[in-house]
Every structure is written in C-alpha cells, then in structure tokens.
C-alpha cells in the first residue's frame, strides 16, 4: 500500500492544470519507487458533485471534506481565477486550517495561497504566487513575506509555488527532496519537462499592474522606456518625457503601480534580457548593453540578485531551440 498520500484541494473554478500538473508528477514518480513509498493522490473539495475547472473541464473530487478527516502527507490547494477576489466558503477554509494540522507538508499552487491566507496560515511566512497576482497577496495578507520572482518557496512545512505550470516544479521538488534528484530528474524526463528550473521564469514581469488608460503618464512612461531600453532613465529624465515634476511622478507612479519608476526600469531591463536570452546566442556582453545594464558584470549581479541565477544559467535553462 501507498505511504505518502496527497491531497489536492479541488474547487469550482480551479485552474486544471494547478491539480493536473501535480498529479501527474505524483504518479510518474511511481513508476521509479518501490511499493511502500509509492503515492497515492486523492481530489478533494467541499463534496463529491461534478464542478467545473476554470477552463469548463468537468471535475469529480474522490473524497468530499467530511469524508477526508485522516492525515495526509501532503496537502496541496489548487488556484483558480476568482480566489484573489471572493474570500472562499466557511468550510473550506476550516478543513484546510484543520488539515494543515495534520499533515506533513501543507501548501498551495498558484493562487490557492489566498485560501492559506484567509486560513491564516501565511502570517510571518515566506510564500509565493501567480506574478499577476503577487502584490494583491501582499497587501491582501500583509504580515505574509510574499516573494514575486520566486518559482516555488518551501518554508518549513509550507510550500507554496507561482502560476499555473509551476506546480510541477513544486511537485518536482517535492518528490526529489523525498527520493533523491536521480528520481526528480527521472520523472521530469519523462514529462519532459526542465527539472530544476532556475530563477523566475514566468513569474517576471514589469508590467505588474497594466493602467486602464493608454494615454496616462504611467503608460506613457512605460511604452518609453521599452521603445528605449538601453538608454539611461532617470527620474529626472522620465518626469521631463511626461511633463510632470520628478516628486510628483514619484508619488504618482507608485500609486498607480505599486512600484517606483526606478524598479519598473529594472524589471523591463531583466524582462529584455530574458527575452534575449531565451531567443539565442547573442553574446552576454551586446545582450548587457542593448538593454542598459552597461557591463556583462553589472547584468550578472541585477540577474542574481533578482532571480537568482546568472545570465548564462538563465540562457541554458531556458534559449528556445529549434527542431
């Protein structure tokens, strides 16, 4: 029989690859592992009736809340669209707060780290989530430690991981921390997937927060500084391309973005980067210049303090090839 059991919290709503991703990985890695560390992955949710995926796919849970009152190993919440916005029901949030009790490692995907929240089981916590959604979980749950680049984060018994897909590499993860990298690399083979992947790959972005209005300073500012993006932006220069003075600007980019003009120009510098590096084989030193890092040096230091990985590591895990 199985001995590490996984729940995968389901709900109306849920994002399918958020529990398909997980689910495969789980069942892949049995087929490297002997009989009693195999794991057995059960769906459950509020009850057993059909819902839907975000994406209208059909959903049966195995087991309904009350019917899942022993411990499991792992206990994993699904995201789904419209949990950043609605609070979830009083009886999920109470079976996730009891499960998490009992379980050995308890965590979620995606956007399922607002059920942890209104759970309150972020307070004081290193999380992390979707990009998009990142700063809305900071400020939703503030004494959360939410950190937007990261593709998964483990703190303790709490696991949480970015968008959509990067619950495989949270499950990936999982798996090598219990059996060993030869297994995790076995399994992402197989799915053919990256097994480790580095840094914030799909979790990057300077557009945090798109403005409504096209013709805002915000939006001005940003069109600005992609169409230049090797040149050198600085406050001054940024209120003078909008007409409006460097304090007010300040204020008022930060208002309306939740960042400051300063990390937007970081982070697009980064996203071209990326987006170079991904495409080919440009050499590090043009790649540092064309997008205004200066010097290979300077982009190797922003890469790894930001993502965590350096230029020619984020090239190797991610340069699209051709067939």
């Not at 892949?28 to 057995?40: K, T």
């Not at 997937?193 to 840094?199: L, T």
């Not at 080919?280 to 303090?305: H, N, Q, S």
Request: overall charge positive.
């Amino acid at each position: 029989m199985p001995t590490r059991t996984v729940a995968i919290v389901v709900h109306d709503g849920v994002q399918a690859l958020d529990v398909a991703g997980p689910v495969d990985v789980f069942h892949e890695a049995n087929g490297y592992l002997p009989a009693q560390d195999r794991y057995q992955t059960v769906l459950v949710a509020a009850d057993r009736h059909p819902l839907r995926a975000s994406n209208r796919m059909q959903m049966l849970a195995d087991l309904a809340f009350e019917e899942a009152r022993a411990g499991f190993d792992i206990v994993l919440v699904a995201g789904g669209p419209g949990l950043p916005d609605a609070p979830p029901a009083t009886r999920f949030v109470e079976w996730i707060r009891a499960a998490s009790q009992r379980a050995g490692i308890y965590g979620s995907i995606c956007t399922g780290a607002f059920a942890l929240g209104h759970a309150g089981l972020l307070d004081q916590r290193r999380v992390t989530t979707h990009w998009q959604n990142a700063s809305r979980l900071a400020a939703r749950f503030p004494r959360a430690r939410v950190e937007p680049d990261a593709i998964y984060v483990c703190d303790d018994r709490l696991v949480t991981s970015a968008g959509v897909t990067a619950g495989i590499d949270l499950a990936l993860a999982l798996v090598g921390q219990c059996h060993g990298p030869e297994t995790s690399v076995a399994v992402a083979k197989r799915l053919v997937v990256v097994a480790q992947r580095q840094g914030g790959q799909s979790q990057f972005s300077p557009y945090l927060t798109a403005p409504a209005d096209p013709a805002s300073p915000v939006a001005r500012i940003q069109a600005h500084v992609m169409a230049h993006i090797g040149g050198r932006h600085t406050l001054q220069s940024l209120a003078t391309e909008v007409g409006m003075s460097p304090r007010s600007l300040a204020r008022y980019f930060v208002q309306e973005t939740g960042i400051t003009p300063h990390e937007f120009v970081q982070r697009a510098r980064i996203d071209a980067a990326r987006m170079t590096l991904e495409a080919g084989e440009r050499p590090l030193k043009t790649i540092a210049y064309d997008c205004g890092f200066g010097t290979v040096d300077r982009m190797r230091i922003v890469f790894g303090a930001r993502l965590g990985v350096t230029p020619a590591q984020y090239r190797a895990s991610f340069r699209r090839r051709g067939p």
